[in-house]
């Protein structure tokens, strides 16, 4: 069955970075179409951006340029998120989701000092 | 962006009771395909969203049929028919017709 295994919680500085991976099972990964969302608890959620295994093509959510980097590595079936330049605003639970019948279990990211 | 708009924010009810969900966007979100690609998620507590209705309509995998999407354009509904406690949570609709994708501010189902 589809399996989508995110990393462990993280408790970062601000002005840090942080990097999310998403490790994939039960499906073809490398023509497969990856999304990352962002949910503070409490709140609704937010399209980051996608990205496409196949070639790396990416599309981002405006608010999040500059912020985020979607990379994948097809040997693994696996993506990855890298948050920069962190602040309390970044804190919330990120998603990695396919096609939105599959869900990772989300990563709490907390930027504390 | 385009805005969603769900109605109410919260919901109280029984256990057996019927309930609607309203979500409106503030564009069509019919797609250049023909396609409105306008869906129903439920985020029960501490768990990730689970996909209910797809394109309007569809029934995403293993979703009782007590669940049942309809609308098109820029208005859509979700309805719960016979409700269970399994129900609850909070339902968000969302579209991935135009970027960036959006979601409704979401409807928290509570028992009564």
């Known amino acids: 069955q589809v399996k989508l295994q995110q990393s462990g919680a993280e408790l970062v500085k601000p002005g840090a970075s942080v990097k999310l991976s998403c490790k994939t099972s039960g499906y073809t990964f490398s023509t497969s179409y990856m999304s990352w969302f962002k949910q503070i608890p409490g709140q609704s959620i937010e399209w980051i951006g996608m990205i496409y295994a196949g070639d790396g093509g990416t599309g981002y959510n405006q608010k999040f340029k500059g912020k985020a980097t979607l990379t994948v590595d097809t040997s693994s079936s696996t993506a990855y998120m890298d948050l920069s330049s962190l602040t309390t605003e970044d804190s919330a639970v990120y998603f990695c989701?396919?096609?939105?019948?599959?869900w990772g279990q989300g990563t709490l990211v907390t930027v504390s000092s | 962006d385009v805005v969603m708009t769900q109605t109410p924010p919260s919901l109280s009810v029984a256990i057996g009771q019927s309930v609607s969900i309203s979500c409106k966007s503030s564009q069509s979100l019919v797609y250049s395909d023909g396609k409105t690609y306008l869906h129903w998620l439920l985020q029960s507590p501490g768990q990730s969203p689970k996909l209910l209705i797809y394109?309007?309509?569809n029934l995403g995998s293993g979703v009782p049929d007590r669940f049942s999407g309809t609308g098109s354009q820029k208005d859509f509904t979700l309805k719960i028919s016979r409700v269970e406690a399994e129900d609850l949570g909070v339902y968000y609709c969302v579209q991935a017709t135009h970027f960036p994708w959006t979601f409704g501010g979401g409807t928290k189902l509570e028992l009564k």
């Open positions: 394109q309007v309509s």
């Open positions: 989701v396919e096609s939105f019948a599959y």
